[in-house]
């Protein structure tokens, strides 16, 4: 049965204002929590089970975010100390930042301040990270292939 034109034209502002929020939840991240359920949500009332704009989207910054997830977890593995150097760069790419806005001349102040106190709350952010440490070395005189086996008590 097909829904009369009014019907049909009542929804659209309702599906639009729902499309444009989920697209600002996966811009603006709502800190950044994955629910881990990628199953795209086919637009309510819809014949036709497609992807939308907002669908692709959305699936696309949960696979990038897993994706930067993994690398970083990669390369802490392969070097502890990766974190404290990206730690350090950022920093020391804000300090820059700071020094060249304090010397620009005709930067809006609000601008200036909104920027300096986005980029000292993502700083916030990087040190506040807490990957797993890679696991502890093996105690002396112990195989490391034996030592990485888990124990089972019966």
Do not use: W
Request: hydrophobic residues 30%.
């Amino acid at each position: 049965p097909r829904l009369p034109r009014e019907a049909v034209a009542s929804s659209k502002p309702i599906m639009e204002k729902r499309r444009r929020a989920r697209i600002n939840e996966s811009l603006g991240g709502a800190g950044g929590g994955d629910t881990g359920d990628d199953t795209p949500r086919p637009c309510m009332g819809s014949r036709h089970s497609k992807l939308e704009k907002a669908d692709i989207l959305e699936m696309t910054v949960k696979h990038l975010r897993n994706l930067q997830r993994a690398q970083m977890t990669a390369a802490l593995s392969a070097d502890p100390t990766v974190l404290g150097k990206y730690r350090a760069g950022f920093n020391e790419c804000m300090n820059e930042v700071t020094r060249f806005l304090s010397t620009c001349e005709g930067v809006n102040t609000d601008v200036r301040t909104r920027l300096l106190s986005h980029l000292s709350a993502c700083l916030g952010q990087i040190v506040a990270m807490n990957y797993p440490p890679p696991p502890p070395p093996p105690p002396s005189g112990q195989p490391a292939h034996l030592a990485q086996q888990p124990l089972h008590v019966q």
